[in-house]
């Protein structure tokens, strides 16, 4: 067991000293954005990300159900991947008006949280010093 916690040690040590994990740690990443009032198109894109999930499974279970009781196999093996196709679309639509920065702030807060659980107080001690490919050494 202490071997794994080494490895995913090593792992989170690796992962830290990059530029993205870095900046993560360096600026405190946190949730601050999502306290802000919502606009009409990340309202929109809330929706449509929900709508999504209506229109998902739930469909391809329908027309999977109604192919076997109407005795049309084509119903199921079109109609089912196509519904899911647009139902794929719509939630990444949906994504894209919730608004790129939400997902970026909660990455970039699930990553230093993340290592900062693996790492502890060594995560304080990356953050003195650079990160890998950001063309700054120690001399």
Request: charged residues 20%; glycine residues 8%; proline residues 4%.
């Amino acid at each position: 067991m202490g071997k794994i916690l080494n490895t995913i040690k090593k792992t989170a040590h690796y992962f830290a000293r990059k530029k993205y994990c870095r900046a993560a740690i360096d600026n405190r990443a946190d949730l601050r954005v999502f306290q802000e009032k919502p606009t009409l198109s990340i309202a929109m894109g809330m929706v449509m990300i929900a709508f999504s999930y209506v229109i998902g499974l739930p469909a391809v279970v329908f027309l999977a159900t109604l192919a076997i009781w109407l005795d049309k196999p084509l119903i199921g093996i079109i109609g089912g991947p196509l519904i899911y196709g647009i139902s794929t679309l719509i939630f990444i639509i949906g994504i894209r008006l919730a608004g790129l920065k939400h997902i970026k702030a909660l990455f970039l807060w699930m990553v230093r949280i993340i290592l900062e659980k693996i790492l502890g107080e060594e995560a304080k001690s990356i953050r003195s010093s650079p990160a890998e490919g950001s063309g700054i050494t120690h001399t």
